[in-house]
């Protein structure tokens, strides 16, 4: 009996893809954004690295190969965020640019261009991907975690309340069942 009440629970507490999707798309309207949100890479070497025409050319130009090429000499790198398909908020952002002051950051974050900042020890490569702005539904890969959490506590509830009712329906078939 135990190893079925296991096995029970793990299979209908189980989330899947396809459960944080279908919840996603039925709830997708209470998903709005109270803040902006990023989608970034940029990276920061030391001015005196003998490749940097290379990195900025193909940080710049970011195909497969560039990104491998950008992960391969991640070593020389003081700092760096290549993962573009991240969401990040403003909060994620300024730890990213923490070498950078706010107000650069905040031009940053207003123009898709590709920036370069200098100063007297690096030089900074900065790329807004995209940018999600209050007020619009944010995406599911945003919010998988938050989504796979509630799926979770709604499946774990409804087996809760069917493992209740089990134990209830056994009582009653057994006349073990008092009132009180």
């Not at 029970?8 to 798309?25: E, G, N, V």
Request: aromatic share 14%.
């Amino acid at each position: 009996a135990y190893r079925e009440f296991v096995l029970k629970s793990t299979m209908d507490t189980l989330t899947t893809k396809s459960m944080i999707s279908a919840f996603y798309k039925s709830n997708k309207r209470n998903f709005l954004l109270k803040e902006p949100i990023y989608r970034i890479r940029h990276l920061s070497f030391p001015l005196d690295n003998v490749d940097r025409l290379e990195i900025t050319r193909r940080f710049k130009r970011f195909d497969v190969d560039d990104v491998s090429f950008l992960d391969s000499l991640s070593f020389q790198f003081t700092n760096y965020f290549i993962s573009d398909s991240i969401w990040l908020n403003r909060i994620e952002v300024r730890d990213q640019l923490h070498y950078i002051d706010a107000q650069d950051q905040k031009r940053l974050l207003k123009s898709p261009d590709y920036h370069e900042v200098k100063d007297s020890l690096a030089l900074y490569l900065f790329q807004l991907v995209d940018r999600l702005d209050r007020g619009n539904v944010a995406p599911v890969s945003y919010l998988e975690n938050t989504i796979g959490d509630i799926v979770f506590n709604q499946r774990k509830l409804e087996f809760l309340r069917s493992f209740d009712n089990d134990i209830l329906q056994d009582a009653i078939k057994t006349k073990k069942f008092e009132k009180y």
